[in-house]
T-cell receptor, first 112, second 115 residues
Framework: ETGVTQSPTHLIKTRGQQVTLRCSSQSGHNTVSWYQQALGQGPQFIFQYYREEENGRGNFPPRFSGLQFPNYSSELNVNALELDDSALYLC???????????FGPGTRLTVL | QQQVKQSPQSLIVQKGGISIINCAYENTAFDYFPWYQQFPGKGPALLIAIRPDVSEKKEGRFTISFNKSAKQFSLHIMDSQPGDSATYFCAASYLNAGNTGKLIFGQGTTLQVKP
C-alpha cells in the first residue's frame, strides 16, 4: 500500500455534469500529480500541485481544474463532462526533491 | 520528443521463463526511468527505477537494463510467475527546478505468464 487514498472508487455521471474527485496524499508529501488513464492506455499527466499552487499542466482543457489543501488532500474538478472523459483518474504524491511518485488506487469515472 | 515508446503490446511467457519489455525515448533531459506494475482495477505500483548514470539495476527477479547512447531501457523479469501477470508501464521524467517531474508513460505491455 502506498498510503495514497482516493474517493470515490467508482462514479457515474451524465454528459454536461460536473464532478469532483478527491485524493489524500501521504503525510509530508507536498506534491500531488493527477493523471488520466483511458482504457488500455498509459496514464496521461493532467496537472501537478506543489504546496497548494499549480506547478505544471499537461494538454488538458481548462474545464479540468484542481485544488490542493494544507492537510495533504487535493481535488480534481471536471466541468461540462464529455463522453471521452470516461477513464480511471489517478493521483500520485511525492516528497520534495524526489522523483518517486506513489499512486493511489484511482477513481473510475463513467460518463453516459 | 516527449514520447516514450514501449513494446511489445502483449507478451505470453511460460512459468519460469524470462519476460522482456523494451522502451525507447527521445528527450535526453529525462533522468529518471521507473517501471510500474498495474493489476486490473488498481493504481500503478512502482517496481523498480533507474537513472542514466548506471547501465543496470537489479532488485530480486526484476532487472532494468539501460542504454544511454541508444536511448533505450528494458525490464527483465526472471523466473516469471503466474502472479506476475499484469500490465507493465515504463515511464520517464526529470526534476523540474527541484520539483517532481511529470511522468511520461509508455503505452503498456500486458504480460500473461502461463502455468
Amino acid at each position: 500500500e502506498t498510503g495514497v487514498t482516493q474517493s470515490p472508487t467508482h462514479l457515474i455521471k451524465t454528459r454536461g455534469q460536473q464532478v469532483t474527485l478527491r485524493c489524500s496524499s501521504q503525510s509530508g508529501h507536498n506534491t500531488v500529480s493527477w493523471y488520466q488513464q483511458a482504457l488500455g492506455q498509459g496514464p496521461q499527466f493532467i496537472f501537478q500541485y506543489y504546496r497548494e499552487e499549480e506547478n505544471g499542466r499537461g494538454n488538458f482543457p481548462p474545464r479540468f481544474s484542481g485544488l490542493q489543501f494544507p492537510n495533504y488532500s487535493s481535488e480534481l474538478n471536471v466541468n461540462a463532462l464529455e463522453l471521452d472523459d470516461s477513464a480511471l483518474y489517478l493521483c500520485a504524491s511525492s516528497e520534495d526533491n524526489t522523483d518517486t511518485q506513489y499512486f493511489g488506487p484511482g477513481t473510475r469515472l463513467t460518463v453516459l | 520528443q516527449q514520447q516514450v515508446k514501449q513494446s511489445p503490446q502483449s507478451l505470453i511467457v511460460q512459468k519460469g521463463g524470462i519476460s522482456i519489455i523494451n522502451c525507447a525515448y527521445e528527450n535526453t533531459a529525462f533522468d529518471y526511468f521507473p517501471w510500474y506494475q498495474q493489476f486490473p482495477g488498481k493504481g500503478p505500483a512502482l517496481l523498480i527505477a533507474i537513472r542514466p548514470d548506471v547501465s543496470e539495476k537489479k532488485e530480486g527477479r526484476f532487472t532494468i537494463s539501460f542504454n544511454k547512447s541508444a536511448k533505450q531501457f528494458s525490464l527483465h523479469i526472471m523466473d516469471s510467475q503466474p502472479g506476475d501477470s499484469a500490465t507493465y508501464f515504463c515511464a520517464a521524467s526529470y526534476l523540474n527546478a527541484g520539483n517532481t517531474g511529470k511522468l511520461i508513460f509508455g503505452q503498456g505491455t500486458t504480460l500473461q505468464v502461463k502455468p
